[in-house]
């Protein structure tokens, strides 16, 4: 469990909620236990991720509305993304379950993988409060959000813009930068986009590909290709 607590970051005052996280239904029903296992916990903490992740994006993506939202969020709380965080913790090492629902791949099944790192979720906020058990989900899911930062799948300017541009003439649009100011790990990026001698709109951002976005999103915003 040392090795788990050092792996999540956080290490638990009341130990027995780590262990009721890790605890897999399977084992209670071999042991006529059925209390004793971490579905409460994942209940309060899909809660906990729905609502870290609603607050991560509403911040975020200030122009979007509820439909693109919802869609992100969807992708960030899906079973795979979930998988993927219980993974890189090596949960379902460290899960106490059945002898039959371990034969049977219990280890390394997405939606035990998933449920236990929802649990675990619940077991920080339990065991600290909102901001601890926040931190800990955006420390986690921190490159999935930058990669749904600088270029979503759902909110795409850059395809839209693109898309436009070349139902109006062939070429479709370029992407310029104009500065990389600041530290080598933090730089800040403002980036042009261009197209057929026009500056349709300019953006900022951390790395060139947030800023190619802004600069897509500020030009469909413009419209400048239509008074060409």
Do not use: C
Request: proline share 4%; aromatic share 6%; glycine share 8%.
């Amino acid at each position: 469990m040392e090795t788990l607590e050092q792996r999540l970051g956080y290490e638990f005052r009341n130990p027995s909620l780590l262990k009721e996280a890790l605890t897999h239904p399977s084992l209670g029903h071999e042991k006529q236990r059925y209390h004793e296992d971490n579905q409460r916990l994942e209940f309060l903490g899909d809660a906990v991720l729905q609502l870290v992740i609603t607050e991560y994006l509403y911040a975020h993506f200030p122009r979007e509305q509820e439909g693109p939202l919802t869609k992100l969020r969807a992708r960030l709380v899906s079973r795979d993304a979930l998988k993927a965080h219980a993974q890189s913790l090596d949960l379902g090492g460290h899960l106490l379950m059945g002898r039959g629902e371990e034969a049977s791949g219990g280890r390394v099944r997405a939606s035990t993988l998933g449920d236990a790192f929802e649990a675990i979720v619940g077991a920080i906020y339990l065991d600290s409060d909102f901001p601890t058990a926040r931190d800990f989900v955006l420390r986690e899911a921190r490159g999935a959000l930058e990669q749904v930062r600088e270029e979503p799948i759902d909110i795409n300017p850059k395809g839209q813009l693109q898309e436009i541009l070349q139902s109006v003439a062939m070429s479709g649009p370029t992407y310029e930068v104009l500065s990389a100011t600041g530290p080598e790990h933090a730089k800040t990026f403002v980036v042009e986009a261009r197209w057929e001698g026009l500056v349709l709109g300019r953006g900022t951002g951390l790395s060139k590909q947030a800023a190619e976005v802004e600069a897509a999103r500020d030009a469909l915003e413009n419209k400048l290709w239509e008074k060409k």
